[in-house]
């Protein structure tokens, strides 16, 4: 069995690589205080976020992680002020147009979660192409959540949902939980074993709503800027000393 020496100091342990959580997904919050503890502006916080986000993607692939999905911005974020708004559209410029660089070299996959008609233009282009690169790609998926609300997705979803009834492809009677699946946001994808929600708040904040029936939430204090290789470490433990049942014994 092979095994990962933990570095973190305080939570004495080791990942277990061999049963590794496929799919991790991760509430970063937090970016805002850090930045308020520092005195600076909280735009400052989204940019060390978006920092940690690369450390941990890479992280993540190299670990064997298979599937990592971020909230990077939700439906209910557009109530932030404009400044704060343009400057997570902005980094999320920067990463797409990193990506188009780097991801055929790394084989990372990169998939958008998420309304994106209601993003700029140039984003939703970006994004177009990034879509087209994963396409020829098989390794490691990072999956970035962006105008997404787990309500928003699912009531998309009843509504394409009723639209193929209306067209006579389905029988609304027919219906079953793997087919509702693929009219989600995340069609395909396995359900996240591991949910990690730094900035010590405890709640789902409309995410992944559906994916999260039998996630194991870790929730840990550390603002998602200081969020370290070590915290991963860390989560990923306390996930391998759960015992999923499922509703079984
Ligand atoms: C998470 O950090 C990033 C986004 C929601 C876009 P926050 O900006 O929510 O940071 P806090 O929670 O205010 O500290
Ligand atoms: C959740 O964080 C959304 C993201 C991290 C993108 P919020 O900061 O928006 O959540 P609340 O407002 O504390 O619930
Ligand atoms: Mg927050």
Redesign the pocket.
């Known amino acids: 069995m092979a095994f990962f020496k933990a570095k973190s100091k305080d939570k004495a342990g080791t990942v277990d690589l061999e049963h590794l959580p496929r799919h991790i997904a991760i509430?970063?919050?937090g970016n805002g205080r850090w930045a308020k503890k520092r005195g600076l502006p909280r735009t400052a916080g989204h940019k060390v976020g978006a920092e940690v986000f690369r450390t941990i993607a890479t992280y993540c692939k190299d670990l064997g992680v298979e599937y990592l999905t971020v909230?990077?911005?939700?439906t209910?974020?557009w109530k932030r002020p404009k400044e704060e708004v343009d400057t997570i559209m902005g980094l999320l410029k920067r990463y797409l147009l990193e990506a188009i660089d780097t991801m055929a070299k790394d084989n990372i996959r990169l998939r958008f979660l998420g309304d994106l008609t209601s993003l700029p233009r140039e984003l939703q282009d970006l994004a177009a192409q990034t879509n087209a690169i994963s396409e020829t790609l098989n390794g490691f998926q990072a999956n970035v959540?962006v105008n997404y609300g787990g309500r928003d997705e699912l009531v998309n979803a009843a509504k394409a949902f009723a639209q193929d009834c209306v067209a006579g492809k389905y029988v609304p009677e027919q219906l079953r939980e793997a087919q509702f699946e693929q009219y989600l946001s995340s069609a395909g994808l396995p359900d996240p074993d591991l949910l990690i929600r730094p900035?010590g708040?405890q709640?789902i904040?409309n995410?992944l709503l559906w994916q999260c029936a039998y996630a194991e939430f870790v929730f840990t204090d550390t603002l998602w800027p200081d969020f370290k290789k070590e915290d991963l470490d860390a989560a990923i433990i306390e996930f391998q000393r759960r015992h999923r049942r499922y509703g079984g014994i």
């Open positions: 509430i970063m919050d909230y990077a911005f939700s209910e974020n959540c900035g708040e709640r904040s995410f």
